[in-house]
């Protein structure tokens, strides 16, 4: 059996608080890799329920940040339709990211979106 790790390498300051995050997957790339921001989701399937790691460093600015969380539900609507096939959720998933985008002025209304949803 294959195994591949993933290193995420956290930097905090004085207080604790994230100065620095790096990561790197030993199958995807030989160096680490610099991020401002990482949100882990596991699913404790003994417990059925969800675990979280969410952490950002001091650098992460509010704009990236609303970026960081906007891209973030585009990408889970996709991750769900795939791991589902639950079409019309997925796409309930992706009406909401663009109303949330809309309200962050990240994108402009997609009005074709608003008039599916009526």
Not at 12 to 38: F, G, H, R, Y
Not at 79 to 102: C, I, K
Request: proline content about 1%; aromatic content about 8%.
């Amino acid at each position: 059996m294959k195994k591949s790790e993933i290193k995420f390498i956290i930097t905090l300051d004085d207080k604790k608080i994230p100065e620095k995050i790096e990561w790197d997957a030993s199958v995807i790339q030989e160096q680490t890799t610099a991020a401002n921001a990482v949100m882990i989701a596991l699913w404790d399937a003994k417990e059925k329920n969800t675990l979280r790691i969410d952490l950002w460093t001091k650098s992460m600015m509010k704009e990236d940040m609303k970026k960081f969380y906007h891209q973030s539900f585009l990408c889970m609507a996709d991750n769900f339709e795939r791991a589902t096939g639950d079409v019309e959720t997925s796409r309930a998933m992706q009406n909401f990211a663009q109303t949330l985008g809309e309200k962050m002025n990240l994108v402009m209304e997609n009005k074709f979106v608003a008039l599916k949803n009526n």
